[in-house]
């Protein structure tokens, strides 16, 4: 028999209130525990599913691709000099995969005018430019009072009604400098003279081996790099290089075509002086 008071009725009552009022102050602790708990523990799992995610997508996202570049375009144009009095282009080693172009350097001192030129063979300007100055400046090369540095670029696919005609254009013409290189000027002379109107679809890839092979190049390494568009990946990132040099861009800070540098310096050519007084001015 116990020796503990026996309770009255309104004792155990406020007993048994006392034990709920603790279980619910319990629950209510609980509750408000794990409200904090599961959005947290969910919270702290969806970060570590959102950081997995991250350094996969990061790990899959392929680094900025450096292509390949054709023979004898290390600098991403073709160099011509006459060491004998004939116009002949200079031999280099195309870009390797993943490597930078290699700017051509020249003596200061030498007394010549180092022309650069960034043209478009589908640019109406570009073919206007070498009709007037193109002989001009092979015969100042001829003479030895220069050398000439061609760079294909690709600015106006938007000109040529969806056909990537300025990237094809661009394309064939690093074909000929790596195959035919002794016959890029006169191929370049070729799709100048060929020159289809903006707004049309431009030449097919059949028109422009048809228009090569006029200018005397029957190599078939030509024509499968024409329609294989073998430098497809490189005229693009030749392309973003020439247009987003600070160098090359003009007083309202865009690129066109044609654009010419002589031993350095960009001719302007709204400034009103002709471009052979230009070269005069800076070998002189």
């Not at 509750?31 to 899959?60: D, F, H, M, Q, Y």
């Not at 996202?61 to 290390?74: T, Y």
């Not at 006459?82 to 172009?101: K, L, Q, R, Y």
Request: negative net charge; glycine residues 6%.
């Amino acid at each position: 028999m116990s020796d503990s008071p026996r309770l009255s009725k309104n004792q155990r009552r406020e007993a048994a209130r006392e034990a709920a009022r603790i279980t619910r102050e319990k629950q209510v602790k609980r509750e408000r525990l794990l409200k904090w708990l599961v959005p947290t523990s969910v919270s702290v799992g969806l970060l570590a599913i959102a950081a997995v995610v991250i350094v996969v997508v990061v790990t899959a996202i392929p680094r900025p691709q450096l292509p390949a570049g054709p023979d004898n375009m290390a600098s991403d144009g073709i160099l011509f000099e006459a060491p004998d009095g004939d116009v002949v282009p200079v031999s280099t080693p195309g870009i390797a995969e993943e490597s930078e172009p290699v700017a051509t350097e020249f003596e200061a001192s030498d007394d010549r005018a180092h022309i650069v030129t960034y043209i478009d063979w589908t640019c109406p300007a570009c073919k206007v430019f070498e009709e007037n100055y193109g002989a001009q400046i092979e015969q100042l090369v001829a003479d030895g009072d220069a050398t000439l540095e061609v760079h294909p670029v690709a600015i106006l696919d938007r000109a040529y009604a969806g056909s990537r005609y300025s990237s094809r254009a661009a394309n064939a013409a690093a074909c000929v400098a790596s195959n035919a290189p002794e016959s890029f000027l006169d191929v370049q002379e070729a799709f100048f003279a060929g020159q289809p109107q903006e707004g049309t679809t431009g030449l097919g890839d059949d028109e422009m081996v048809d228009l090569i092979a006029s200018a005397g190049v029957t190599d078939p390494a030509v024509t499968e790099c024409v329609t294989d568009e073998t430098y497809r990946e490189w005229v693009t990132a030749s392309t973003s290089r020439t247009t987003s040099d600070e160098a090359l861009l003009n007083a309202q800070g865009g690129f066109q075509t044609p654009t010419l540098t002589v031993n350095g310096e960009r001719w302007d050519s709204q400034s009103g002086v002709d471009f052979l007084d230009f070269v005069a001015d800076q070998i002189g």
